[in-house]
């Protein structure tokens, strides 16, 4: 049996007397990639940043490798990375040093080496004494990658990782993807608008409408229940457009 | 207390590489030398000037006594004083507002809080880095001023100066600590970017400007060019004798003036210094006495301030109010 990596229950978020998330139930095995799609609005930053420990929800629980969001928030925080959409680092330091700075806040052990462990395996090396102010925006994906896994976490959380980057850098970007996967094992949970790029990247989706989880199923078993639509953004339409009818 | 030294450790190199920043220290560090150069320099010939009077009487052959003027090195240090009272702690309130914007505007909150960190490091990191980039500017300034005045002014300083100028210095750091943490407080409550820096500059201008201004109007030595009982020619005793009759409102103008740290500072600082003459020449436990509360009073600004940070720098708090 698969163990669980993420789990939430009856997870809502309310801002005032908006619904941010409305009694979420989701679960992720370990070992995933998993997609999260849905429209502007949905919530699935929402569901990213109560996750991560960085906003607590109205109600609910959930719980990452086991452990409570919010009794074991610290542990949580050990066992996880995060990369948010559009970070922009600090652009006075260099890599290295911006590297060294999250290495020392995650409390790695002998932090130089493993960042040269890491970008060896980001195939990201020869920019150490380079400033961050002088990277491209696929440069400061890649740093930011490195930065969510210096400290060897079992699940990582991606906010729209695609998001501006040129297709060398989405290739690239789906390529690291799946290595952190499929090499150290990571269970991804990721947020995106890029469909064609979660048919090539995720093993799982689960669509989210205007805070409700409404779908969630494996990669395969999704593109095998729904033969008439072409691709998964048709089958993403048809379901939100079920859900709406 | 690592994670702490590590958030420190990356403000200083972030600051060190900081062009603006740079720059303005280094506005600051010039304006306050030139003060203390070109006062040297006026201090320097004055005393050159009575040498030669006294060799002009002496080559005359007069054996008339010349009384000596009246010059106190550390009087020199008025103009830079007044500098960092006011730019000094325009500067701070920058300082500590960029500290927190500038991690807002990059959205690096979300990647220091989702680390395990303990619930102050974030604001104790912040904390330590402007509290060491004060004291180590001010402790530059001032060795800086020292040698200023041994080497341009030929002031002869002595233990109780150097004592005097240590206690100054001191505090000037905790003076410009408290606005940075004034402004980083404010920049942490405010949810827009410039919203903090706007609010931190409009209490910069009500006590740094603003109170001190209205005191100063309603002294009567300075409603005339000179003083009013100078130039009456009223002496001290007399003079006393009449502002005895009006001690309500001298006591409404010291309230005014007592709202504003900057004229707890100033008052401090002016008196180690003798520029208030009522505190020239004399022993600094003299000094200490007639101060204490004044100290005391940036002290419990600085206490306050450095509260204020450290409770509104919390993860909760401060993620509450990131855009």
Known sequence: MTATAISTTALTKRYGTAQALNELNLSVPAGEIFGLLGHNGAGKTTIVNILTTLLEPSTGTAEIGGRDIGTAAHQVRSTIGYLPENVQFYDNLTLVENLLFFAHLSGVQA?????????????????????????????????????????????????????????????????IIISLNTQLGMTIFMNTHLLAEVTKTCTSIGILSAGTLIYQDSMAATLESFPAQESLEDIYLHIEASQRS | MIEMLTLAKKELTDLRRSRLLLVLFAFLAVAVILSVVVASADFRLKIADYRHYLDALKAAGSTAAAPAPQLFPLQMLRGGMEYLEIIGSLFAVVLGASMITKEKGRGTLALIFSRPLGRYAFAGGKILALSLIWATTMGALFLVIVATLLLVGNAPLQGGDYLALAIVAAHTTGYLIMWSLLAMTLATLALRTGTGLILALVLWLVVVLIIPQIGDTMDPDNQIPGGLFASLQVDKSHEQAVMAHFTGYETTRDLIEQTSVTKQYERATFAYLGIKNEYNQQSLSFIWAGTFNNTLWLLAGLATSLGAALLSGTKKTILRKAP
């Open chain 1, 111 to 175: 932090p130089r080496a493993r960042i040269r462990e890491v970008l060896k395996f980001l195939d990201f090396t020869g920019h150490d004494s380079q400033r961050m102010s002088s990277f491209s925006k696929g440069m400061r994906q890649r740093a930011g990658i490195a930065q969510a896994i210096l400290h060897e976490p079992s699940v990582l959380f991606l906010d729209e990782p695609t998001s501006g980057l040129d297709p060398q850098g989405v290739a690239k970007l789906r390529e």
